[in-house]
C-alpha cells in the first residue's frame, strides 16, 4: 500500500512510536486524496448519529459551533447567549 514501516528502519520502536511516525510522513497524493474522500463517509455517519439520538429524544435543538473561536470572540459570546435563552 505504499506505507512504510519505521518499525523496520528503527526496531526499538513501540507501536504507538511507529503510528506516529507515520502519521507525519510526506504521503503521496493518492493516499491523501483516498483520506479525504473517506473522511467524507466519517462524518455523514456522525451527522446521522447525531440525528438518530435527536430523535429519540423528541423536539429538540443542537448548536453546532467551531473549536476554532475562542470563548473572547464576539459570536462565540453570542452562541453561548443564544443557547442559554434557548
Not at 505504499?2 to 520502536?13: A, F, M, Q
Not at 463517509?41 to 473549536?67: H, N, Q, R, T, W
Amino acid at each position: 500500500d505504499g506505507t512504510r514501516d519505521e518499525s523496520l528502519v528503527n526496531p526499538e520502536l513501540d507501536s504507538n512510536e511507529t503510528k506516529l511516525h507515520n502519521s507525519f510522513r510526506q504521503k503521496t497524493w493518492d493516499e491523501t486524496i483516498t483520506k479525504d474522500s473517506w473522511m467524507v463517509f466519517k462524518v455523514m455517519a456522525e451527522f446521522v448519529d447525531g440525528y438518530e439520538k435527536l430523535a429519540k429524544i423528541g423536539p429538540c435543538v443542537s448548536i453546532f459551533g467551531s473549536a476554532r473561536l475562542k470563548p473572547e470572540n464576539k459570536y462565540y459570546e453570542m452562541a453561548v447567549d443564544i443557547a442559554e435563552k434557548i
